[in-house]
């Protein structure tokens, strides 16, 4: 895709870089708009990307898996590079490429976070009077804003994610597992957000739900647990995030007013979304309200999403980004009460050229604690 190729040039222009060599899965997907499953399970098979600032990018990719990257990449099919893993090593394969087009002596941007030290040391050993230097920066930046088509995706999926989760929740029933609401959740990704694959699965219920990310047991529900769940999946490799808590049975006053004081940090935050506005502002103001309430504020309440799960930016006290048109965000604050319960509540947003758009949080009144049968 041109918008992306100009992108990354952009990028070297900036970052001062002559190269760019992209190895992680979530960039490889990003750059080449192929996704190569076991890249992420087999180490070894290796899909390495190079762009310059004159020559065409090129991709070097394992053979059996060289007709998925032909078949989704929009790369040029004579840009495609495959290799033998038995008898080959990609990585000098890359190597040469990078000789090819003149970068011994250049600078070499590379994901240093996530380069082999074995990696690294051929890179130095091949290229000794070429600089590598970390590009992790660069990749952050080029994801940070959304093109349409991945803004078509996100939204996609994250329209009907709070009707898997609120399906789930009218199925079940006290008596039965935290397993059966997973079941539940499993199918209407399916059948419902036409996902394609989940990940990270979270059902907590009782104390369990205190668990940020625990994955479901045979725990029964019981009268009056709360019960935490959080849907993370994907559809045409692009994530969804979203979290809602729910009690069996009739809510307690107390259950109430907790949750209506985490409703209210949670429309606090996304009424602050617009461009210009600063993340770190947006989570100090949060902090503070957490604080009166006697709440411990979470690490942070806020994370991009996109290809992976969580990106930039974060909403924390740790990082200060400047929010942009076409940003999509997750906003969850999350308030745990240690021994006893954990309560959350996360929505998908895009920041929009004049303010926000709620992606999730749109079809069910997320501001009355939802409820499982206690009969």
């Not at 098979?45 to 990719?61: L, S």
């Not at 994801?143 to 079940?172: H, P, T």
């Not at 409703?263 to 502002?281: F, L, Y």
Request: with cysteine; aromatic share 8%.
């Amino acid at each position: 895709m041109k918008e992306i190729t100009d992108l990354q040039r952009e990028m070297l222009k900036k970052y001062r870089l002559d190269a760019m060599v992209t190895m992680t899965p979530e960039n490889i997907t990003y750059v080449t708009g192929a996704y190569i499953p076991t890249q992420v399970t087999v180490r070894s098979r290796k899909v390495i990307h190079i762009i310059t600032e004159k020559n065409d990018p090129v991709v070097i990719v394992v053979n059996i898996e060289e007709p998925i990257m032909r078949a989704q990449s929009w790369m040029e099919q004579k840009s495609i590079i495959s290799y033998n893993e038995f008898t080959q090593d990609p990585m000098m394969i890359a190597v040469d490429k990078l000789k090819e087009f003149g970068m011994e002596t250049k600078r070499i941007g590379m994901e240093l976070s996530y380069l082999s030290a074995i990696d690294m040391e051929l890179m130095h050993r091949e290229l000794p009077h070429a600089e590598i230097v970390n590009a992790d920066a660069a990749y952050e930046e080029m994801r940070f804003i959304k093109m349409q088509f991945e803004l078509d995706r996100i939204i996609s999926l994250g329209a009907n994610i709070e009707e898997v989760i609120y399906g789930a929740f009218a199925s079940a029933r006290a008596g039965m597992t935290e397993k059966d609401i997973y079941r539940f959740i499993s199918n209407g990704f399916a059948e419902i957000a036409k996902g394609d694959k989940m990940s990270m699965p979270m059902v907590g219920s009782g104390v369990r739900s205190c668990l940020l990310n625990g994955e479901p047991t045979d725990k029964v529900l019981e009268k009056g647990d709360i019960v935490r769940v959080d849907v993370m999946g994907t559809k045409d490799n692009y994530y969804c995030d979203c979290c809602r808590t729910a009690v069996v049975g009739t809510p307690t006053e107390h259950q109430a007013e907790t949750w209506s004081k985490l409703v209210k940090a949670h429309d606090d935050a996304i009424a602050q979304i617009k461009p210009g506005v600063s993340t770190k502002t947006i989570y100090d103001n949060f902090a503070r309200q957490f604080t009166e309430w006697g709440f411990k504020p979470v690490a942070f309440i806020g994370h991009g999403l996109g290809l992976t799960l969580h990106e930039e930016p974060y909403i924390n006290t740790y990082k200060d980004t400047i929010l942009r048109e076409n940003m999509v965000l997750c906003v969850e604050p999350i308030h745990v009460i240690d021994g006893e319960c954990g309560y959350q509540l996360e929505n998908e947003v895009l920041v929009t050229a004049d303010g926000h758009r709620m992606i999730t949080g749109t079809r069910h009144p997320y501001q009355q604690l939802a409820t499982i049968r206690a009969d």
